[in-house]
């Protein structure tokens, strides 16, 4: 990760934005878990933000302004059959919130969105597991979130979008639910 990130630093700048979007899913429930599939999600989600963020930093430190927004999940706060992926999320939020703080004096700002029903290829996924169409699995779904829809990537990339932004200069260290509504 530090090669690549070297190279994009000398073709195209320093880099001032990383998201930190890297992820995968290996639900099952805790007794039928393997440690690989453990051991995979977590390395995914934490080991690499944990690469790409201590990568990129170097060059934010020294331009003296930089974004990090991790990408946690509504599933942060449990989810069953997804002991490894809730673990994860919520592992970003602390991830998260610790560079807040470390890098804060540097002008950096870090920031995590966590996702809830988001209409995305592991819905399809994850519809096409449950024999369920996709169809039906988001009108169900769009029934339990009080805005009665289910997100859309847009939904989320807003979120990013100015967490990126001068307007978020003075936003770090928070997670935001993108979630159309309360969770519990």
């Given at each position: ?49 944990f ?5 990129v ?42 560079l ?9 700002t870090?920031?995590?969105?966590a ?5 995305t290829?592991?819905?399809?996924q994850?519809?096409?597991r ?12 769009a029934k ?9 990537p847009?939904?989320?990339a ?13 936003v ?11 969770l519990?």
């Open positions: 990760m530090e090669a690549a990130v070297e190279d994009v630093a000398s073709q195209l700048g320093a880099p001032t934005v990383l998201i930190n979007n890297a992820g995968v899913l290996r639900d099952n429930l805790l007794f039928k878990m393997s440690v690989s599939d453990w051991d995979t999600v977590l390395g995914v989600h934490l080991r690499g933000a690469l790409m963020s201590r990568a930093q170097r060059f934010q430190v020294e331009a003296k302004w930089g974004r990090i927004v991790n990408l946690s999940s509504s599933s942060a706060l449990g989810n069953r059959g997804q002991a490894n992926y809730s673990a994860a999320k919520a592992g970003m939020q602390g991830f998260t919130k610790t807040a703080i470390e890098l804060g004096p540097f002008g950096v870090v920031n995590a969105i996702p809830g029903f988001i209409e290829a592991m819905i399809e994850t519809a096409a449950m024999k369920v169409s996709l169809e039906t699995f988001l009108e169900e779904a339990q979130i009080a805005v009665r829809r289910v997100g859309q847009d939904d989320v807003a979120a990013a979008s100015f967490f990126c932004s001068e307007g978020a200069g003075y770090s260290g928070q997670v935001l639910y993108v979630a159309g509504g309360p519990s």
